[in-house]
């Protein structure tokens, strides 16, 4: 019998030709044109009529359709082979959608893919030292995509999820000379009668500690994602920037949050095309858009929305590759104490609405709506429309389509829209608190963050202040540390100290432990200190990002087990400390950094090299980016320094 891998004996294999007619037609050229082309430009029209457009009307204005579609699906949308998550696997009917609308109006579309991981699928697993990296290398490949297709007069972005959506914004910012479009690829529905896609991340630590039986955890484990595409159904990173994208102006006016697979979702990237085409023809950029006004306005909604912390890496970045100023520490601390949050969803609560019902209660326009009534906006910034920003918020007061879609929400799922996004008296009545609060300290001076919003209640006194003070239970990894939970070795008013997981190793995501901390019971009374960062969906009093890290000599590198450490965080005038106290202060400086502190074996080259050089480039606080001009300054130094 012939062996199946060498020969599957299909005769139908040996049906072979060596040439074919080809296209029809001739390419639309006129002489003074052809003597002036580039070779380059002329073999693409030779390729476009090769893969089958009609050759009559091969001078369309070219426009590139970027996305991070992933998976294969048949024309049922029935998986061939699956993609990393539902965030990618539909947004290739937002590109074809987009297309249509191109060609129907005379215009070629062009289509190319960069996909993404997801950060879910690679919690707890050394797939997540490549999550961030991803997002540079993303952002670089895209470009090039960009800069590879020369006749292209614009782009359109499309893009769902934690780090394709970052970088498919930095790429659109870094080529600042283009108009350009970001559809974002929406969420994905609650499912009935189960837990939603944060929650179900804890199956496994709730098992292990005995709080959930077997059953139950296979049942939920099945059945959270209500429908096949969109990001997550709560306000994490995938979330937040399709906020933040809304709020830059890269996106039409209520593109955010739209349910994956709804005609209201395919209906936006059709008018998305309209939009890209009217930019193009007005010879708008997205240099005339994303500018320091329309960074100011993102900060601010990420502050109002309550967004992920993720954004102070997201958004320092779409900054450089657009070449303004990067956001500092004071900036987000300064909007941060200025702006309410004013949106009610998951995480932060108190009511814990899904993204989906956000998206109905009006998203991101009705929340402006507010903020422009508190003059926290800046409205003559430009967007996609062509329109300012105030203008599209004139239109959304006064639209159908903002009251049709209100009355939804109440008739579907019986929600009052105003308990979903609320005025700020309102908020400030319900007890939602600002977002973030920025820290410093003996353990960080440089600087902390913490999810203010996202500490629990019953953990604050009467004065919204969180002061805790209690011994360091000190790990290196965060596969010791969700184990010590699972084996139940932490303990009430323990701080939970997880270092050298900031970017000199990579810089996981450590949402692993602050949802098994949440989920635990007696968790709320364990705090978390980290120099790494944390899923956009943490909560509990969890201090990240804290500076400088472990591996740079920063002092989270000196802590020892049973350490006497303090969290003071206000949560009303959001300022706070993070500090090693008691009888060890004036040791701890004479320290060395712990034994332990050992970089994981399992990181790859790809992700040492990007640690080396964000680290050149302003690390975290700048963004995590590649400064070109800074790196080979520093090179240069080296070389000289060689001799």
């Known amino acids: 019998m012939a062996d199946p891998i060498y020969d599957s004996q299909n005769e139908e294999v040996f049906l072979l030709r060596t040439t074919a007619k080809g296209p029809t037609g001739r390419l639309p050229l006129a002489g003074t044109q052809l003597k002036q082309m580039a070779s380059g430009d002329l073999f693409g029209l030779t390729q476009n009529a090769g893969m089958g457009w009609d050759p009559a009307k091969l001078n369309g204005q070219q426009y590139l359709i970027l996305s991070t579609q992933g998976g294969l699906r048949d024309p049922n949308g029935d998986p061939v082979a699956l993609g990393y998550h539902t965030g990618h696997w539909e947004v290739g009917l937002l590109m074809e959608e987009a297309a249509k609308v191109m060609s129907a109006h005379g215009a070629i579309p062009f289509a190319a893919y960069v996909s993404d991981p997801c950060d879910g699928r690679t919690q707890g697993t050394a797939g997540m030292f490549d999550s961030l990296p991803y997002r540079n290398d993303a952002a670089m490949v895209l470009r090039r995509l960009i800069r590879s297709l020369p006749t292209r007069h614009g782009v359109m972005g499309v893009a769902t999820c934690d780090k394709g959506l970052p970088a498919m914004l930095m790429a659109l910012a870094g080529t600042p000379d283009l108009p350009g479009v970001l559809v974002p690829g929406g969420v994905t529905l609650l499912a009935?009668?189960?837990?939603?896609?944060?929650?179900?991340?804890?199956?496994?630590?709730?098992?292990?500690?005995?709080?959930?039986?077997?059953?139950?955890?296979?049942?939920?484990?099945?059945?959270?994602?209500?429908?096949?595409?969109?990001?997550?159904?709560?306000?994490?990173?995938?979330?937040?920037?399709?906020?933040?994208?809304?709020?830059?102006?890269?996106?039409?006016?209520?593109?955010?949050?739209?349910?994956?697979?709804?005609?209201?979702?395919?209906?936006?990237?059709?008018?998305?095309?309209?939009?890209?085409?009217?930019?193009?023809?007005?010879g708008t950029t997205t240099r005339e858009i994303v500018t320091p006004d329309a960074l100011h306005n993102a900060m601010v909604c990420h502050a109002a929305v309550g967004g992920s912390t993720n954004l102070v890496l997201h958004l320092p970045a779409i900054a450089h590759a657009v070449g303004i100023e990067r956001p500092t520490v004071a900036d987000w601390s300064r909007i941060n104490r200025s702006v309410p949050r004013l949106v009610d969803s998951l995480p932060n609560g108190p009511r814990h609405f899904a993204t989906v019902q956000v998206f109905l209660a009006g998203g991101v326009p009705e929340m402006m709506l507010h903020l422009r009534d508190l003059d926290l906006l800046k409205l003559d910034a430009p967007t996609v429309t062509g329109r300012t920003l105030g203008e599209n918020l004139a239109w959304w007061e006064t639209s159908e389509r903002r009251g049709r879609l209100k009355q939804k929400l109440k008739q579907l799922d019986g929600i009052d829209s105003n308990d979903v996004i609320m005025s700020a008296p309102r908020a400030k009545s319900r007890g939602l608190g600002s977002t973030v609060t920025f820290l410093q300290g003996n353990l960080a001076p440089e600087g902390a963050l913490i999810k203010s919003t996202a500490i629990d209640k019953r953990r604050l006194d009467e004065n919204g202040i969180y002061d805790h003070i209690g011994p360091a239970r000190l790990f290196t990894s965060e596969s010791a540390a969700i184990q010590a939970i699972k084996d139940g070795e932490l303990a009430a008013g323990d701080v939970l100290v997880l270092m050298g997981i900031g970017p000199g190793n990579g810089m996981p995501e450590t949402y692993q432990v602050t949802s098994a901390l949440k989920y635990m019971k007696g968790g709320d009374q364990i705090a978390l200190v980290t120099d790494g960062r944390f899923s956009g969906v943490s909560t509990?009093?969890?201090?990240?990002?804290?500076?400088?890290?472990?591996?740079?000599?920063?002092?989270?590198?000196?802590?020892?087990?049973?350490?006497?450490?303090?969290?003071?965080?206000?949560?009303?005038?959001?300022?706070?400390?993070?500090?090693?106290?008691?009888?060890t202060v004036e040791k701890f400086k004479a320290r060395g950094h712990h034994p332990d502190l050992k970089q994981d074996p399992r990181i790859a080259a790809d992700t040492r090299l990007w640690s080396a050089l964000q680290n050149a480039s302003g690390g975290s606080w700048g963004g995590c980016v590649y400064d070109a001009d800074r790196i080979a300054e520093l090179l240069a130094k080296g070389h000289a320094a060689e001799g």
Do not use: Y
């Open 540 to 583: 509990g009093a969890c201090l990240g990002h804290v500076s400088p890290e472990a591996w740079a000599g920063g002092p989270i590198g000196k802590v020892r087990e049973g350490d006497k450490i303090r969290l003071l965080v206000d949560t009303v005038n959001l300022t706070g400390s993070i500090d090693i106290v008691g009888e």
């Open 192 to 282: 009935e009668e189960a837990e939603n896609t944060a929650k179900v991340q804890t199956l496994a630590t709730r098992f292990a500690r005995r709080e959930i039986t077997l059953d139950h955890a296979a049942e939920m484990g099945c059945k959270a994602c209500g429908s096949p595409g969109g990001g997550c159904q709560f306000m994490g990173t995938a979330a937040s920037m399709q906020v933040a994208a809304e709020a830059l102006g890269l996106a039409l006016p209520h593109a955010a949050l739209s349910p994956s697979g709804a005609e209201i979702w395919r209906d936006m990237a059709r008018r998305s095309a309209l939009a890209l085409m009217a930019l193009d023809q007005a």
